[in-house]
């Protein structure tokens, strides 16, 4: 199809006047004349000419036949093919893609539908093109679409006939999904030590603050006195609860697609158990529509990852306060801080306020995911290429957040003298106070009224409730005696929590305990 090619830049009297149109197929064909140009205009023009004159040999180089091209008469066109590809992003599989090879392929001889020298010649290759990958040899080809086309192309080049055996009882839709959960399941791993490393920074910390008593916040208003240990092991809870999660999807997504071919099965003798316990997998899925069109066990981890990507941002919000100046309760250390580019005494904790961000970025990444399931009919479908990117982009942010903020707990120290001299304001010790009345036998709504005018009291004597004596107290209630007064202060406070789980001294220590038993943390 011919076309004229217009520009506003060439559009020069002397070029309209001797040149004034070229077509597409007189610059492919070299035999076509082509009428010359003005010197002016010539050397403007040549990078043009040049250009297309490259693309149109591009165009016209044979291209080699795809793997599954058997029925098709004409190539896909460039911009289909780099449309379609998936190798830029999912090679990452290949170490996965390479073990289910092996193991489906040794299936294969074990079944007969293969001999043992091509098994042998298979699983040799496949060693050599996972060396050459590692070793930054291996020509990823976006023509071969994805890292299985990819690594069997490869592989027929090296072995010759014995590799068009081995997608023998095997589509790329079970291929894909096998290569997937093992990915996922190296990745859950990964987390989970990252996860009890960034536990184990946060139990350190909190070693080395015992005693510490900072103020206790409900929508962020003070609330009662609560020691720095049991805060920062509140965040360990929570942690725990992340590698909880992401070890039961590994043990749900821990079972194996391979077999299930394209969606039906196959009619071969191919023996599913074999692959499986090969992979580490604990057995075959049971249905074959649902083992090529899960993606359940993505969607479980995304989801466990943006939970773990909330609590971190929780954590960093919280330092990312407490390093203020209002609050003043931690100075980071430079080493995990960052200046400005225009005030020169700005020192900012901006690790933490992008593991905040990233959070964002990790629950967007599930939302995509929960987006393009929402409405595929069974089975496979080519929307579920999209799948990876987002995985991979979770997996590696969370690492990320994770590791810095460890890194983080590391490094910062709490302001002692800046705490204490917050502690007193807030009338932190009421709730204990009211606790003091229901142990004099005063229901406890009665026993909140009575605290609750002492502190109107407080605030118009612009006094804390310590400092009451204790005629103003009895003008209160009859109730109050000398004793009231061990109830009193952020200090005596903390002593009179006893319940399990509480900010008590002794309900701490048993938490510490447990914590530093369970990471086997040596606290010397």
Not at 100 to 113: D, E, I, N, R, W
Not at 359 to 377: E, H, M, Y
Not at 450 to 459: F, N
């Amino acid at each position: 199809m011919e076309s004229l090619l217009f520009s506003s830049s060439l559009q020069t009297p002397a070029f309209s006047s001797q040149f004034t149109f070229l077509s597409n197929k007189s610059l492919c064909n070299p035999t076509t004349p082509i009428l010359p140009l003005p010197h002016t205009e010539k050397s403007r023009f040549e990078p043009l000419l040049c250009a297309m004159s490259h693309s149109a040999e591009a165009d016209t180089k044979p291209k080699e036949t795809k793997l599954w091209g058997g029925r098709f008469e004409e190539s896909v066109t460039d911009i289909v093919e780099k449309f379609t590809e998936s190798i830029s992003f999912d090679k990452q599989l290949y170490k996965h893609d390479i073990m289910g090879s092996k193991a489906h392929a040794s299936m294969l001889a074990q079944q007969g539908l293969i001999g043992l020298s091509e098994r042998d010649s298979i699983l040799k290759g496949l060693d050599e093109i996972e060396r050459s990958i590692e070793a930054g040899e291996f020509v990823w080809r976006t023509d071969r679409e994805d890292v299985h086309m990819n690594i069997e192309a490869a592989l027929t080049d090296m072995v010759g006939e014995p590799a068009k055996k081995l997608h023998t009882a095997r589509s790329r839709n079970d291929q894909v999904s096998t290569d997937f959960r093992l990915w996922c399941r190296d990745a859950v791993n990964k987390i989970v030590a990252s996860i009890r490393n960034l536990q184990v920074a946060l139990v350190k910390l909190a070693l080395k603050n015992e005693g510490l008593i900072i103020p206790g916040y409900t929508h962020l208003q003070r609330a009662q006195p609560v020691l720095l240990q049991h805060l920062l092991l509140a965040f360990v809870e929570q942690l725990d609860r992340d590698a909880g999660r992401l070890l039961d999807c590994k043990a749900r997504l821990n079972f194996s697609p391979l077999g299930a071919c394209a969606l039906a099965g196959t009619g071969l003798p191919i023996d599913r158990f074999m692959t499986s316990n090969a992979l580490g997998f604990t057995a075959p899925m049971r249905n074959s529509i649902d083992a090529v069109s899960d993606r359940d066990f993505v969607l479980e981890f995304l989801s466990a990852n943006s939970i773990i990507a909330v609590h971190l941002s929780r954590i960093g919000e919280e330092w990312v306060l407490w390093a203020s100046e209002e609050f003043g309760f931690i100075t980071p250390s430079d080493s995990v801080s960052t200046g400005s580019s225009i005030m020169p005494q700005k020192k900012n904790p901006d690790p933490m306020e992008l593991v905040r961000g990233k959070s964002a970025r990790v629950i967007g990444d599930l939302v995509t995911l929960l987006t393009l399931c929402k409405g595929l009919p069974l089975a496979y479908n080519r929307d579920l290429q999209e799948d990876k990117e987002p995985a991979f982009d979770s997996v590696k942010i969370v690492i990320g957040m994770l590791e810095v903020s460890a890194e983080f707990a590391q490094n910062i120290t709490f302001n002692d003298e800046r705490i204490q001299k917050a502690l007193p304001a807030g009338y932190l010790d009421a709730t204990t106070l009211a606790d003091y009345l229901v142990k004099k036998g005063i229901p406890f709504r009665t026993s909140h009224d009575i605290v609750g005018r002492s502190v109107a009291l407080c605030v118009s004597k612009n006094c804390q409730l310590q400092d009451l004596s204790l005629e103003d107290m009895r003008s209160l209630s009859p109730v109050f005696d000398n004793d009231v007064y061990e109830f009193l202060g952020v200090e005596n406070a903390v002593k009179k929590f006893s319940s399990y789980g509480s900010t008590g001294l002794a309900c701490v220590a048993d938490q510490l305990g447990y914590w530093v038993s369970k990471l086997e943390i040596n606290k010397s």
